[in-house]
């Protein structure tokens, strides 16, 4: 009974794969027949070297438009950070674009002393955004990195369109299925084929995104402010008078402090070891008459 409900499986799996060779080799035939008419025809209607000659066999350029992943790099440093801000903002405004994160740091006092921004701008406008940015004053460095992904985007579009294709025949196979494992094996080949389909349309929309918005990462960090004259040490005579008042009121400062420190333990002591001294010298002193007695 295995035997016999292999068996058209395997003959239904063959038919299918002649059936799609056959196809294909008559939509090939098919289309390099329109071809060679088609350029026939316009060699026969268009003189040879003329512009429009080079126009008709030129391939469509939606085909051929390259794609390409931008992501760019800003590092901006100022004493204050919000006027950096806003102008960076006007300038992801001005380019329609987005900030898709930002994430601060603060000092030891709690102030802003740093902004990590991540912008996405249509890749259109990533050029002339990263001009701008680059003229935001207190600007120190940027940078930029461009990486063709045409080959890969054509790669996965056709990688889809056969899995969607190959999907499709084996849930006609499934709607002719004669027998349990016949129904069994073909459900199992369905999930495989469609986690891959799903894995790639994955890729295609993570493409899709990074090629139609370019990234670029905006840092602002704040400078420390140079020490001003007021913030010198004053010197002198009275400068030195004025450092060692300040040297005594700490020194009485920390003395008192170590004697309300002790002075608890040392009420203590008294209230403790004076009725306890008290008793050891009446001994003593009974001790010694007994002895001149």
């Not at 073909?186 to 990074?210: G, M, P």
């Not at 004053?234 to 004025?242: C, D, N, Q």
């Not at 300040?246 to 402090?257: K, R, S, V, W």
């Amino acid at each position: 009974m295995r035997r016999v409900t292999v068996l058209p499986l395997v003959a239904l799996l063959c038919l299918v794969g002649l059936l799609s060779g056959c196809g294909g080799s008559a939509g090939l035939t098919q289309n390099s027949s329109a071809s060679d008419a088609g350029g026939t025809s316009a060699r026969s209607e268009v003189a040879p070297g003329s512009a429009a000659g080079s126009a008709s066999v030129r391939t469509d350029p939606a085909v051929m438009q390259r794609q390409v992943v931008s992501t760019g790099t800003v590092r901006v440093t100022a004493r204050q950070l919000e006027r950096p801000r806003d102008q960076v903002d006007r300038v992801v405004a001005a380019h329609h674009g987005v900030v898709a994160d930002e994430r601060s740091g603060t000092d030891r006092h709690g102030d802003l002393s740093q902004l990590r921004l991540v912008v996405r701008v249509p890749s259109a406008e990533f050029g002339a955004a990263m001009h701008d940015l680059a003229a935001v004053p207190g600007v120190r460095d940027s940078d930029r990195t461009s990486d063709d992904v045409t080959t890969q985007v054509i790669d996965t579009a056709q990688r889809v369109k056969a899995q969607r294709v190959g999907l499709t025949r084996v849930e006609d196979l499934l709607g002719r299925a004669g027998g349990l494992s016949e129904v069994l094996a073909l459900e199992k080949e369905i999930t495989r084929r469609q986690a891959e389909l799903d894995s790639l349309l994955q890729q295609q929309a993570y493409l899709a995104d990074q090629t139609s918005l370019s990234t670029i990462t905006v840092t602002l960090t704040r400078t420390s402010a140079p020490p001003t004259q007021h913030d010198a040490r004053p010197a002198g005579f009275w400068a030195g008078l004025s450092h060692g008042w300040h040297a005594l009121g700490l020194f009485l400062a920390g003395l008192f402090t170590g004697v309300g420190a002790v002075l608890p333990f040392a009420a203590v002591a008294a209230l403790v070891g004076g009725p306890v001294w008290l008793v050891l010298r009446r001994r003593r002193a009974l001790a010694s008459r007994s002895a001149a007695g």
